[in-house]
């Protein structure tokens, strides 16, 4: 643990009690009062989450856009100045190296990746740089703080007035010393990232935290489970280089038409399994690697994440379920400790009452 990175706010988490744990190489804070408690107050009134370990790459050059077509699923020509985009990574062979958000920043792009494969991405990207593109990692440099909740634009107006009028994945760049916000989230509910230069994000943590009576700091526990009602993937879970964009249920952001790495082998794959979303109604809680059966105890797929649902107050995951199982049965049996239940599929968000679109 005494090799672990921290963030710049470290020292505020462990002053405000926080249960600090490691996470992508970081100590990172995964809960202060209680998971379920910071979950029930995100979605009801606001939270305050440091995600500083999150990696920055800053792309530009001539051409930038014609890398990025490249290097990313999705279609990056559909990606406007002001605008944020999710995308991926995907290998030759198609499958995930990892989930991203892209930010135009009309003179630059900013990819934000997930901690754990910052230098994994950093390098696969180097590798396959065009002529007359810079790519710099300044994930170092920059914080990032993520708002979210009902009630944060209330708060947030306060410190960036111009932000009232944002809509969702879009961006705003408020003054000239580089801060970044953007109505971006993880949460499923109305919320802004800010990356800001790790100098003045302690100053900004500070006056967040004491602008209302609503706001508080919560840890990566409950971004997990607000992230898993919402049916939103996690890389090393939901995502990982042996599951392609097609299996996980990423077909919308998957453009075969723009020639990305590892669109030919994608094409031409069998699907062999799908992303399954299953809720739990008996009094267990599904959890991830449990394996998952049919009628005739054939072992048909594994649980990739799961929990009790806070908001709900039952079981849900998320499934990779083999095919033609996962489209033609619509319950499972799952074993926990020794008793097997049934499991059903449902539709995506379980959780239907966010607010990231409002």
Known sequence: MSDSLKTTLYNHHDELGAKLVPFAG???????????????????????????????????????????????????????????QYSAFCNESGGILDDLLIYDLSDHYMLVVNASNI?????????????NVVLKDVSNDMGLLAIQGPMARDILKDFFPKIESLKYYETLMPNSDGTIVARTGYSGELGFEIYISNDKIIDLWNKLLIASDFIRPVGLGCRDSLRLEMGYCLYGHELDESINPIEAGLSWITKFDTGFIGSESLSNLKIEKKLVPLVLKDRAIPRADYKIFDDNDKEIGFISSGAMSPSLGYGIALAYIDMPYAKDLNSFKVKIRNNIFTMKKAKLPFYKNGTYLK
């Open 26 to 84: 970081f100590l990172m804070p995964l809960q202060y009062t209680g998971i379920i408690d910071e979950h029930k107050h995100v979605r009801s009134k606001v939270g305050l989450f440091d995600v500083s370990h999150m990696g920055e790459f800053i792309v530009s050059g001539d051409n930038a856009k014609k890398f990025l077509q490249n290097v990313t699923i999705n279609d990056i020509e559909l990606l406007k100045p002001g605008k944020a």
């Open 119 to 131: 230098q994994k991405n950093f390098n696969w990207l180097q590798n396959r740089l065009f002529d």
